[in-house]
Each structure stands twice: as C-alpha cells, then as structure tokens.
C-alpha cells in the first residue's frame, strides 16, 4: 500500500526504470506509445495522492443532515428536547467547523485550489444555514415557553391577591370620576365667567 504522494512518484520512477531497456526500444518503434504510457504512470503517481486524501476527507454537511433528521422543526415540542437540539446544534456547528478547516487545508494539494476553497465555502455555508435553523427553531420555542411560564406566573399571582387588583381598579374610576367632574367644574366656571 502506497502511503503519499512521494511513495507514488518514486513507484513510477521505478518502473520507468526497470522499464528503460524496453523503452529504447519501443522508442526507436513506436515513439508516441512511449509518451502515452509515461504520461499514463505519472497521471496515475500525481492522481492517487488526490484521490486518497478525497476519500479519507468527511462531508461537511454530514452533521448538518444528521441534527436536522434528529430534529424536524415541528418535534421541537417539550424544553427537553429543545435543550437537547441546542447544545447539539452547538456541537454540529464545531464538526461543520473541523470538517471544513480539512477540506480547505486538502484544497492546497489540489491544482484548482480556488475553485477547490469556493466549493468549500459554499458547502460550509449550506450546512450552517441547515444548522441555524434548527437553532432558531429551538430557541423560538424556548422562548414562547418562558414567556408563558411567566404569564402563568403572575396569572397565579394575580389571582391570590383579587382583592388588591378589585381595589385598584376602583381607586382608578374614582379618579377617573373626579377628574371628570373637575373638568365639568371648570367648564362651567368659565361659562359663567364668560358671559
């Protein structure tokens, strides 16, 4: 098993070689046979290196699927499980994270690095939408339960004391009478001076 990319090029400098003596030969009968499989060796020392770092490299978006197929946005239903997807959206947003910092450090070995660093960036930002939205998902029903928690709160408290809020509302039509009835006062006054 050939490890990187230098055990590739010294197999294929091997086997040109090994392969020289045949080669003069073949040179001397068929000169573009020579090229083609020389060409051919190299492609393959220079493609295999590629071809192993693509495959031992993770998708980026494989935690994104993962966090929105354990969490659709309608079963975030109990604080539980709304906890639950927030602290495992925080760690999906570290592997989108440590996933791309490898994809993007591979894209240096490539001959289209920036077409490689664009591909990159766009998959990163695809599964951090994906990501955000189970977040947003989850905190908007954290908050809705707050806030109800709270109503139900001072619901309880303003029913243990009926009688303070009765009397309060009283003070306050009171005052609304006698402000009413001051006004009046006054509106006859200035008549009366008035005229």
Request: hydrophobic share 45%.
């Amino acid at each position: 098993m050939l490890r990187n990319e230098w055990d590739h090029v010294e197999f294929a400098s091997l086997i040109l070689a090994a392969l020289s003596p045949f080669l003069a030969i073949a040179r001397l009968q068929r000169g573009t046979a020579l090229i083609s499989m020389t060409a051919a060796l190299l492609t393959w020392s220079v493609a295999a290196p590629a071809a192993d770092t693509a495959a031992s490299l993770k998708s980026v978006a494989e935690p994104a699927m993962e966090l929105t197929t354990r969490y659709p946005l309608k079963s975030l239903t109990t604080v539980e499980t709304a906890n639950k997807a927030v602290a495992d959206v925080a760690n999906a947003q570290a592997e989108v994270e440590a996933r791309d910092l490898e994809q993007r450090r591979a894209c240096y070995q490539k001959f289209f690095v920036n077409h490689c660093l664009d591909n990159a960036k766009k998959q990163r930002r695809l599964a951090l939408k994906a990501i955000r939205l189970v977040d947003i998902a989850a905190n908007a029903f954290l908050r809705r339960e707050r806030a109800d928690e709270r109503d139900r709160v001072l619901g309880i408290h303003e029913v243990s004391l009926p009688d303070e809020a009765v009397q309060k509302a009283q003070d306050q039509k009171e005052k609304e009478l006698s402000n009413a009835e001051k006004f009046e006062q006054s509106a006859a006054k200035e008549k009366r001076s008035c005229c």
